[in-house]
C-alpha cells in the first residue's frame, strides 16, 4: 500500500461550486497534515496545516482530518477560477523535516 | 514578498555529466530542502540540511548526490554523474525552523526542470 493516495483527478467544476479533495495514507506515525496549492510552472505553496483530528477554517478553505480512518480532506467554498491548480497534501512525522507528498489533484474551476 | 529563487529554470545535460543546482534560498532562514518532481510522480523529498549539515536524506539521496553551502546565501545541489532518470523538476526549498514546529511553512522555489540526454 502507497504511503499517501491521492486521487489525480483532474476534477473540473463550475465557479461557486464546493470542492472536495481527499487524501488517504497508511503510516500511522504521520502527525502533521498540510495542503499545497501548485500553479503551472511553479513551487507548491502552503494553504493549510493541520495537526489534531477535527477541521480547521481558513476563509473559503477547510481542512478535515480524520486519524482514526487515516483520512484528510480540503473544501473549498464558492470556488473561483483563481483557485484552479494542482491540490498536493503532505504529511510529516513527528521529529521529521521530511515531508512525504500525494500526487496531486488537478483542479479546474470554470466561469 | 521575499522568495526562494533557482537557477537555472531549464537544464539540459548529457548523460554522465556532473550539474549543479542552484538556489538563493530566503535570507533569514535556516533550514534548507531538495524535493524533486518526475513528471507524472509525486514530489518526493531529497534532503534536509541544517548548519552546514546534512540533518535527513532520503533513499533516492545517494553518493552521486551532494548538496553545499558555499558561502552565505547559495545553496546547491550536484549530481555527479547524471542518468537518464535524474530528468526531473528539483525544487529547492526553505524555513526558519523546521515543519511543522509551530506552523512553521517551507517555502519552495519555482524548480529546475532537468532533461538528462
Known amino acids: 500500500q502507497k504511503e499517501v493516495e491521492q486521487d489525480p483527478g483532474p476534477l473540473s467544476v463550475p465557479e461557486g461550486a464546493i470542492v472536495s479533495l481527499n487524501c488517504t495514507y497508511s503510516?500511522?506515525?504521520?502527525?502533521?497534515f498540510m495542503w499545497y496549492r501548485q500553479y503551472s510552472r511553479k513551487g507548491p505553496e502552503l494553504l493549510m496545516y493541520?495537526?489534531?483530528?477535527g477541521n480547521k477554517e481558513d476563509g473559503r478553505f477547510t481542512a478535515q482530518v480524520d486519524k482514526s480512518s487515516k483520512y484528510i480532506s480540503l473544501f473549498i467554498r464558492d470556488s473561483q477560477p483563481s483557485d484552479s491548480a494542482t491540490y498536493l497534501c503532505?504529511?510529516?512525522?513527528?521529529?521529521?523535516?521530511?515531508?512525504?507528498f500525494g500526487k496531486g489533484t488537478k483542479l479546474t474551476v470554470n466561469p | 514578498e521575499p522568495e526562494v529563487t533557482q537557477t537555472p529554470s531549464h537544464q539540459v545535460t548529457q548523460m554522465g555529466q556532473e550539474v549543479i543546482l542552484r538556489c538563493v534560498p530566503i535570507?533569514?532562514?535556516?533550514?534548507f530542502y531538495w524535493y524533486r518532481q518526475i513528471l507524472g510522480q509525486k514530489v518526493e523529498f531529497l534532503v534536509s540540511?541544517?548548519?552546514?549539515?546534512?540533518?535527513?536524506k532520503s533513499e533516492i539521496f545517494d553518493d552521486q548526490f551532494s548538496v553545499e553551502r558555499p558561502d552565505g546565501s547559495n545553496f546547491t545541489l550536484k549530481i555527479r554523474s547524471t542518468k537518464l532518470e535524474d530528468s526531473a523538476m528539483y525544487f529547492c526549498?526553505?524555513?526558519?525552523?523546521?515543519?511543522?514546529?509551530?506552523?512553521?511553512?517551507?517555502?519552495f522555489g519555482q524548480g529546475t526542470r532537468l532533461t538528462v540526454v
Open positions: 526549498a526553505s524555513s526558519e525552523l523546521p515543519p511543522p514546529i509551530l506552523n512553521t511553512e517551507a517555502f
Open positions: 503510516n500511522s506515525a504521520f502527525q502533521y
Open positions: 493541520t495537526y489534531s483530528s
Open positions: 503532505a504529511m510529516t512525522e513527528g521529529g521529521s523535516e521530511k515531508l512525504v
Open positions: 535570507s533569514n532562514h535556516l533550514y
Open positions: 540540511f541544517y548548519n552546514n549539515e546534512i540533518s535527513e
